[in-house]
C-alpha cells in the first residue's frame, strides 16, 4: 500500500500507525510534522526513528494538492488556484482583516444542488474532495502565509464557504474540520470554523453531534416559494425544517448565534417587504445576518441590488435588533471570489470581475 497521510485525521493516523505496528504517540508526533510544522519530506522528521522514517518512506506519502497559481491582490486578498486532476481546479482564498486571517476553502469540485445564483452549481457537479485536499488547502496556504512576528499563524479562522456544499461531502469535510480543530494539527477553535451550508437539515443535525462548529446558512429567500426557485435543496427541505434544525443546531453551537447569509438580487429579493417578513421568519432563532452583493458572473439572469437597497435592508433588519453586515467586495483585481469560484476554474480562459466576498461573520 501507499497512503496519503493528509487524508487522515488524528484517530485516523492512529489505526493506520497500529496497523504498521506503531506506537500511537508516533502517529501524533508525524501529525506534528505534518499539520504544525508544514512538513512533507519524512527525513526532515528529525525526531523520528530511522527505522521509521524508512517505513513511512515506503508505505505512505504527504501529497496537498500542488498549488497551479497564487495571486496577491492590492488588499492583500490572496487567491490560490489548485489542481485535483483530471482538468479540475479549486480556489482557496486567503482574506486578511486587521483582527485575523480568514482561509476560504473548497470541498467539492463543482457543487450539484443548483442554486440559481451560484456559478458553482450551474458548472454542475464533479466529485467530492478528499480530505488531503481539503485540509491540503489549509496546509498549503499555511505554508504560504506562515507565521506573524509573535509566532502565531497567519490564518486564524477558517470558513467552508468556497466551491461545494459541504454537507454533502460529509465525512470528509468533518475528518478535515477535526484536522483544523486537533491542537496536533491546527489547534484552532471551534468558534473559528465556520461551515456554510445551503440547508441539508439531516445533515445539520449530524453536525451537531459529531462536529458541532460555527454554522452558517444560506438562506437567501424568506418564503419557500422563492427560496424553492434560488436554492432548490429547498423543495426537500422547506424553511420551517431549517428554522427548526438551526435552533436544534444552537444548543451544541460554538456560538450563540446562527449567521444567516443572504444573496442581495435586484429586484428578487431585496425589498423592505422582503426584509420584514425574514424578521417574522427568524424570529425564533438568535442570529446575525451576512448581506452579499451579487457577484454576476456570465449568462446569470440576476443582478446586484443597488448599494442603496441593500443598506435600507440592513437597516431594517438591524431595527429590530438583528446584527447585520454586508460584505465588502474586496480582490477584484485578482478575479479573487469567495462563494463562487468555479466560472474561472472549469474556463480558466473566461476571464471576469468577481470581487471576494467578505466579512463572513462577526
Ligand atoms: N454550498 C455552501 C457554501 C458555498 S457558497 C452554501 O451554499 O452555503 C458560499 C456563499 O456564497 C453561499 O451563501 C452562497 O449562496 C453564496 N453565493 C453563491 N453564489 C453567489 C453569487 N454569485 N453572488 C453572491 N453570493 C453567492
Ligand atoms: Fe452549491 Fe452553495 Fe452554490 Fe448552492 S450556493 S450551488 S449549495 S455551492
Given at each position: 500500500m501507499s497512503v496519503n497521510l493528509l487524508d487522515y485525521d488524528g484517530p485516523g493516523l492512529t489505526a493506520l500507525f497500529a496497523a504498521l505496528g506503531e506506537k500511537a504517540f508516533r502517529?501524533?508526533?508525524v501529525e506534528r510534522w505534518i499539520h504544525r510544522f508544514g512538513q512533507d519530506d519524512f527525513n526532515g522528521m528529525t525526531d523520528i526513528a530511522k527505522s521509521l522514517r524508512q517505513k513511512l518512506l515506503a508505505e505512505a506519502f504527504i501529497q496537498p494538492p500542488p498549488v497551479i497559481s497564487d495571486k496577491l491582490?492590492?488588499?492583500g486578498t490572496r487567491k490560490f488556484l489548485m489542481d485535483v486532476g483530471n482538468g479540475n481546479a479549486i480556489e482557496t482564498v486567503f482574506i486578511p482583516e486587521d483582527s485575523r486571517g480568514t482561509l476560504c476553502i473548497s470541498s467539492q469540485a463543482g457543487c450539484a444542488l443548483d442554486c440559481s445564483f451560484c456559478s458553482t452549481g450551474k458548472q454542475g457537479f464533479n466529485r467530492n474532495l478528499t480530505v488531503a485536499e481539503?485540509?491540503?488547502?489549509?496546509?498549503?496556504?499555511?505554508?504560504a502565509l506562515g507565521r506573524d512576528p509573535k509566532g502565531e499563524r497567519i490564518i486564524s479562522n477558517v470558513v467552508m464557504m468556497g466551491m461545494g456544499e459541504p454537507l454533502a461531502n460529509f465525512d470528509n469535510v468533518v475528518s478535515a474540520l477535526h484536522l483544523m480543530l486537533d491542537d496536533n494539527a491546527y489547534g484552532l477553535s471551534r468558534r473559528r470554523v465556520t461551515v456554510s451550508t445551503s440547508g441539508i437539515v439531516p445533515a445539520i443535525d449530524r453536525l451537531r453531534e459529531v462536529c458541532p462548529v460555527a454554522l452558517a446558512v444560506s438562506l437567501h429567500a424568506a418564503t419557500d416559494r422563492l427560496r424553492d426557485e434560488l436554492v432548490p435543496i429547498n423543495r426537500?427541505?422547506?424553511l420551517a425544517e431549517l428554522m427548526a434544525a438551526c435552533q436544534r443546531y444552537l444548543k451544541n453551537a460554538p456560538r450563540d448565534f446562527v449567521?444567516?447569509?443572504y444573496v442581495m438580487l435586484d429586484g428578487v429579493n431585496d425589498s423592505e417587504a422582503d426584509a420584514r417578513s425574514l424578521i417574522q421568519l427568524v424570529r425564533d432563532v438568535p442570529c446575525k445576518f451576512n448581506l452579499i452583493p451579487f457577484n454576476p458572473f456570465p449568462k446569470s439572469p440576476y443582478r446586484r441590488s443597488p448599494s442603496e437597497r441593500i443598506r435600507r435592508f440592513a437597516d431594517i433588519l438591524m431595527s429590530v435588533g438583528i446584527i447585520t453586515t454586508t460584505r465588502k467586495t474586496r480582490g477584484d483585481d485578482i478575479d479573487a471570489a469567495c462563494g463562487q469560484l468555479a466560472g474561472q476554474v472549469r474556463d480558466k480562459s473566461r476571464r471576469h470581475r468577481t470581487p471576494t466576498l467578505m466579512e463572513v461573520s462577526s
Amino acid at each position: 500500500m501507499s497512503v496519503n497521510l493528509l487524508d487522515y485525521d488524528g484517530p485516523g493516523l492512529t489505526a493506520l500507525f497500529a496497523a504498521l505496528g506503531e506506537k500511537a504517540f508516533r502517529a501524533t508526533q508525524v501529525e506534528r510534522w505534518i499539520h504544525r510544522f508544514g512538513q512533507d519530506d519524512f527525513n526532515g522528521m528529525t525526531d523520528i526513528a530511522k527505522s521509521l522514517r524508512q517505513k513511512l518512506l515506503a508505505e505512505a506519502f504527504i501529497q496537498p494538492p500542488p498549488v497551479i497559481s497564487d495571486k496577491l491582490s492590492d488588499d492583500g486578498t490572496r487567491k490560490f488556484l489548485m489542481d485535483v486532476g483530471n482538468g479540475n481546479a479549486i480556489e482557496t482564498v486567503f482574506i486578511p482583516e486587521d483582527s485575523r486571517g480568514t482561509l476560504c476553502i473548497s470541498s467539492q469540485a463543482g457543487c450539484a444542488l443548483d442554486c440559481s445564483f451560484c456559478s458553482t452549481g450551474k458548472q454542475g457537479f464533479n466529485r467530492n474532495l478528499t480530505v488531503a485536499e481539503i485540509v491540503g488547502q489549509l496546509w498549503q496556504a499555511n505554508r504560504a502565509l506562515g507565521r506573524d512576528p509573535k509566532g502565531e499563524r497567519i490564518i486564524s479562522n477558517v470558513v467552508m464557504m468556497g466551491m461545494g456544499e459541504p454537507l454533502a461531502n460529509f465525512d470528509n469535510v468533518v475528518s478535515a474540520l477535526h484536522l483544523m480543530l486537533d491542537d496536533n494539527a491546527y489547534g484552532l477553535s471551534r468558534r473559528r470554523v465556520t461551515v456554510s451550508t445551503s440547508g441539508i437539515v439531516p445533515a445539520i443535525d449530524r453536525l451537531r453531534e459529531v462536529c458541532p462548529v460555527a454554522l452558517a446558512v444560506s438562506l437567501h429567500a424568506a418564503t419557500d416559494r422563492l427560496r424553492d426557485e434560488l436554492v432548490p435543496i429547498n423543495r426537500k427541505y422547506p424553511l420551517a425544517e431549517l428554522m427548526a434544525a438551526c435552533q436544534r443546531y444552537l444548543k451544541n453551537a460554538p456560538r450563540d448565534f446562527v449567521t444567516f447569509e443572504y444573496v442581495m438580487l435586484d429586484g428578487v429579493n431585496d425589498s423592505e417587504a422582503d426584509a420584514r417578513s425574514l424578521i417574522q421568519l427568524v424570529r425564533d432563532v438568535p442570529c446575525k445576518f451576512n448581506l452579499i452583493p451579487f457577484n454576476p458572473f456570465p449568462k446569470s439572469p440576476y443582478r446586484r441590488s443597488p448599494s442603496e437597497r441593500i443598506r435600507r435592508f440592513a437597516d431594517i433588519l438591524m431595527s429590530v435588533g438583528i446584527i447585520t453586515t454586508t460584505r465588502k467586495t474586496r480582490g477584484d483585481d485578482i478575479d479573487a471570489a469567495c462563494g463562487q469560484l468555479a466560472g474561472q476554474v472549469r474556463d480558466k480562459s473566461r476571464r471576469h470581475r468577481t470581487p471576494t466576498l467578505m466579512e463572513v461573520s462577526s
